[in-house]
């Protein structure tokens, strides 16, 4: 017991052009947290639009030439453009072209890790994650994610006899997305680095992993976080502040998470309205970026933020449904990884900002500030509109634990 199967078509019958219509579904969710995103980036982001238009102004208004205070509103919009111009462009590429260039990319991605790693730029935070190419900032672990996620897809593919086997499935997989995260780790970024093996262990599981395998593993990463926790001073105090949080708090450790939880909880049922948030200007960091859920929750309240959440419900559901009905194993461990990619890094953000989990440093996905996040996510979303062109409404993705099978069984049809 404890084996997974999936069923998987021929790849040479796998059409290279497809009649169908991409899901509009999902890009429908998608654009409505796009106009989300900008609108509450129009609403949160005076403050530090007015901090980076004009920091030497003693009483900077909105009246004054040398101050934007739609700066943040400016920047997010030809990011939001250029991100929605590459989804739609990839949305076009086929996608086996990625299979047969995943293990370039995955080799390319972890290069670019380790050149971080000597000449990126921390921008005042923990991280050392950002390069500077002609003026503007790259996250490369941003696209990163979406390298391994192939890399991964096309690994299990290939090896899909060996998924079930200790030596050659599990202690691989784990030298691979441990190698993968060794750079990451070493910026250190640890919520990217949470996200990854989120979504690492989803595909490892739904491509056939055995249970006491995924258990083996659970124990590897609660002793590598342990050791983390000992030897990461910044991330033992947040650990700290997230099991012993105080609301006298006024160190900057726990700083955040006390004023996104006031944020929150001052919004009530139905907020205080747009522009009428108080945290977002003098007491919450990163209002527009890590922390704007928690400073949108303050304008415009539970049940708005809500629907909210179910938007990202709604992905994670259309994303699974096209994982479903995938041609092939590769398109449905991509679709899967993608959508686990997305709807976890969004889940766990959310579960930052309102004290569920420790401070982690990443970003909710098409909401907030900025622009490696923003653009790799709609490049995932593309890569999902390309293959649910490709997708079966009946699905052929069956995913069920028997006794008595060959683990990772695949069976072609």
């Known amino acids: 017991m404890g084996h997974c199967t999936i069923q998987v078509t021929n790849p040479n019958t796998v059409p290279m052009e497809s009649t169908n219509k991409p899901d509009y579904q999902l890009l429908i969710f998608t654009g409505i947290l796009l106009v989300i995103g900008l609108i509450m980036i129009t609403s949160i982001g005076v403050p530090k639009s007015i901090q980076i238009s004009a920091p ?9 030439a040398n ?10 919009l030809s990011r939001m453009l250029i991100g929605v ?46 390069l500077t190419l002609f003026n503007t900032s790259i996250q490369p672990t941003e696209f990163a994610k979406i390298a391994l996620i192939f890399y991964l897809a096309h690994w299990f593919e290939v090896r899909r006899a060996d998924i079930g086997n200790f030596q050659h499935g599990f202690i691989s997989f784990c030298v691979i997305t441990g190698g993968f995260l060794l750079p990451i780790l070493a910026q250190p970024d640890l919520g990217s680095a949470f996200v990854i093996t989120a979504v690492a262990v989803g595909i490892y599981f739904a491509a056939g992993a055995k249970l006491k395998h995924l258990a083996i593993g659970l124990v590897m990463a609660i002793f590598a976080s342990m050791i983390i926790l000992g030897f990461a001073t910044h991330v033992r105090e947040r650990f700290k502040a997230f099991v012993s949080s105080s609301a006298d708090c006024r160190e900057d450790y726990c700083w955040q998470t006390e004023q996104a939880t006031i944020a929150v909880g001052s919004g009530g049922f139905f907020g205080k309205g747009l522009a009428q948030g108080v945290q977002k200007s003098y007491w919450l960091p990163q209002a527009s970026d890590d922390f704007i859920f928690a400073a949108s929750a303050e304008e415009l309240g539970f049940v708005r933020t809500s629907l909210l959440v179910l938007l990202y419900g709604l992905i994670a559901y259309r994303g699974f449904m096209i994982a479903e009905g995938a041609p092939s194993g590769f398109a449905q461990l991509t679709a899967i990884g993608i959508t686990l990619w997305i709807t976890a890094q969004a889940f766990i953000n959310i579960g930052v900002n309102t004290d569920l989990f420790p401070v982690t440093g990443i970003t909710l996905p098409f909401i907030s500030y900025g622009g490696s996040s923003l653009i790799a996510t709609l490049i995932g979303i593309g890569i999902l509109l390309n293959i649910s062109k490709y997708s079966s409404h009946a699905g052929s993705f069956n995913r069920r634990r028997y006794s008595g099978a060959r683990p990772a069984q695949y069976r072609r049809h």
């Open 56 to 64: 030497h102004v003693l009483y900077p208004s909105c009246d004054d």
């Open 67 to 76: 101050v934007d205070c739609y700066l943040l509103f400016k920047r997010h």
């Open 85 to 130: 111009a590459a989804m739609f462009v990839v949305a076009k590429i086929h996608y086996k072209l990625w299979e047969k260039i995943s293990v370039w990319l995955f080799g390319g991605a972890v290069v670019l890790l380790f050149i971080v790693l000597i000449l990126g730029s921390a921008f005042n935070t923990f991280a050392k994650s950002w």
